[in-house]
T-cell receptor
């Protein structure tokens, strides 16, 4: 299995909703990442988990809350989002500095 | 100065043309380098890693110049299917682990 699977593929949520994005990989990668990509912009790093511990938080607002339940799963909990948070949220995993794999992303719309 | 800089394009080229993309990066401690391809509304996909010795994969050739902090991608005999955004990506190792930084991307449109 050489894939990173993200669910859901599309999500529409209201500003008062709580939702979660999920990411799963079975490649034995020890690092997992959340990126945010706005239209016509490059992906921007949000969080890095290394060996199931949060190692990088790029000053992301607290309405985004990551969680790594085990080495194969990465969640992103969303609460009280704003319309400007609408974007493509990408999960990635890597074993080392060369082997990155991206999921197909969750396209989030906040209304 | 941005960490990774690219010409945003778009580059509009005829089918069969040769096109070159350039990228510069600011962190001299960066450890690994990549070109990714991203189609509209899709995730980025690895096109190739980039090494100082230069590497080639079919019609694609990538080159890294560490002294100049410069990365290039050459596409020969362009196909319509090469139309996409090409992202220059640099990996730095921080105290928290690996961190990919993306350039803004260069849009390529190959036309008949």
């Amino acid at each position: 299995d050489t894939e990173v699977t993200q669910t859901p593929k599309h999500l529409v949520m209201g500003m008062t909703n709580k939702k979660s994005l999920k990411c799963e990989q079975h490649m034995g990668h020890r690092a997992m990442y959340w990126y945010k990509q706005k239209a016509k912009k490059p992906p921007e790093l949000m969080f890095v988990y290394s060996y199931e511990k949060l190692s990088i938080n790029e000053s992301v607002p607290s309405r985004f809350s990551p969680e790594c339940p085990n080495s194969s799963l990465l969640n992103l909990h969303l609460h009280a989002l704003q319309p400007e948070d609408s974007a493509l949220y990408l999960c990635a995993s890597s074993q080392d500095a060369y082997g990155y794999t991206f999921g197909s992303g969750t396209r989030l719309t906040v209304v | 100065r941005k960490e990774v800089e690219q010409d945003p394009g778009p580059f509009n080229v005829p089918e069969g043309a040769t096109v070159a993309f350039n990228c510069t990066y600011s962190n001299s401690a960066s450890q690994s380098f990549f070109w990714y391809r991203q189609d509209c509304r899709k995730e980025p996909k690895l096109l190739m890693s980039v090494y100082s010795s230069g590497n080639e994969d079919g019609r694609f050739t990538a080159q890294l110049n560490r002294a100049s902090q410069y990365i290039s991608l050459l596409i020969r005999d362009s196909k319509l299917s090469d139309s996409a955004t090409y992202l220059c990506v640099v990996n730095g190792v921080t105290g928290g682990g690996n961190k990919l930084t993306f350039g803004t991307g260069t849009q390529l449109k190959v036309e008949l």
